[in-house]
């Protein structure tokens, strides 16, 4: 019921930033909890930072707090992560996810992107 584009990956030194886009159709974005994850290769994939439908609510792994930011622009159907202070053990495909309700987009979330590409050099 709702596609998910995931874009702004690319190629980054180790200290910089990045800003990833995820951009939805099918349904109001605003009905959806959002999330992203990232797959590292070898590695199952991780969660990192989810938002609430309204965007008051948000959630973050340890690993990434007081660097990513997850924020949202329900008029543009779209979902954001900023990426500040990157460091090589950031280098994932990054995905973005969807489902109703917050809990579920942190555990199981029922629909995905494709993913893009994040290479951190050191």
């Known amino acids: 019921q709702v596609q998910l584009v995931e874009s702004g990956g690319g190629l980054v030194q180790a200290g910089g930033s990045l800003r990833l886009s995820c951009a939805a159709s099918g349904r109001t974005l605003s009905m959806y909890a959002m999330g992203w994850f990232r797959q590292a290769p070898g590695k199952e994939r991780e969660f990192v930072a989810a938002?609430?439908?309204?965007?008051?609510?948000?959630y973050y792994t340890d690993s990434v707090k007081g660097r990513f930011t997850i924020s949202r622009d329900n008029a543009k159907n779209t979902v954001y992560l900023q990426m500040n202070s990157l460091k090589a053990e950031d280098t994932a495909v990054y995905y973005c996810?969807?489902?109703?309700?917050?809990?579920?987009?942190?555990?199981?979330?029922?629909?995905w992107g494709q993913g893009t590409q994040v290479i951190v050099s050191s």
């Open positions: 938002i609430s439908g309204g965007g008051g609510t948000t």
């Open positions: 996810a969807a489902d109703g309700r917050i809990v579920e987009v942190k555990s199981r979330p029922g629909y």
